[in-house]
């Protein structure tokens, strides 16, 4: 057997909020390749997903194969829009859901992992999270604002996170990073610059990959992945609809699962894939090859 052994490696899944969305599938395929697993998780959605873990509410979701459970070694609060504590506005620090939770900033993250498990400590890092509060905008009516705070929030962080976790890496760590083709084709309604969010984290893949290769000996990729019912992806006001266009025009005619991108997710951290670094790969049953739409189904 070829196995994706991940025993010993200690994960960091930022954008966890919840057992619906690609960052907890990824955990969990993780922690079945053998990894612990560490969550970044959203203040705002904090409270709610730890009640519901205390609570057992999401049990089911939390069984690996055997009679093994997923286990989250630590929940760090994040907000990937701060790097450091300062540069979150007053309003923000003052929010009751951010008020308690200590630094919250990558910054924050990064000393709080530096501190419970020492230096070097960590070998895979997943950027799971974006947001852009103008989505349901055509990008041509996306203010200023909406527009520098979907990158801000969902390409410039994934920088930072390299930046600030790089030097926290064992030898071999992998850094990696949740795509969508709306970063290289036209989507109507990923609005807000969603797309161009993509498609600078789909750029800064590359750049990444050789700057943080060179310096730090690390690996930076991403998936790009199809369509998937996820709370974000939701918000956007029409998955349904893309699921099922993506699954009848697609060459494996079918919607993805969450754990297709999960397994890739542990491939592509794993040691296998040593010499994949500045990837783009797509879990999308293929759907990114197609020029024309099928036939509509009579
Ligand atoms: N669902 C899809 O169809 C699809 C397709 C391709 C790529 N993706 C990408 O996959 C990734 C995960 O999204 P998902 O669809 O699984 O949804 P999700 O709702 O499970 O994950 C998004 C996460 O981002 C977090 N988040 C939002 N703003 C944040 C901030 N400022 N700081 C920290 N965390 C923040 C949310 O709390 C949530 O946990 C995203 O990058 C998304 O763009 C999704």
Known sequence: MLPID????RALVAGVSDDGGFGFA???????AGATICLGSWPPALGIFTKLLERGKM??????????????????PLDAAFDTLADAPAEVRENKRYKEVGDFSIQGMTERLRGDFGKPSLDIVIHSLANAPEVKSPLVDTSRQGYLS????SAYSNVSLVRNLAP?????????????MAGERV??????????????LEADTRTLAFEAGRRWGVRINAISAGPWASRAASAIGFIDMMIKYTASNSPLPRPIEADDVGNTAAFLSSPLARSITGSVVYVDNGYHAMGMATEPEK
């Open 187 to 200: 989507i109507p309604g990923y609005g807000g610059g969603m797309s161009s969010a993509k498609a600078a």
């Open 26 to 32: 990824i955990a969990k395929a993780l922690a079945e």
């Open 6 to 9: 991940l025993t010993g490696k």
């Open 150 to 153: 979907a990158i801000s929030v």
């Open 59 to 76: 049990d089911e979701s939390m069984r690996l194969s055997g009679d093994r459970r997923l286990e989250f070694e630590r929940i760090y």
């Open 168 to 180: 926290l890496m064992r030898e071999g760590g992998s850094f990696l990073s949740l795509t969508y």
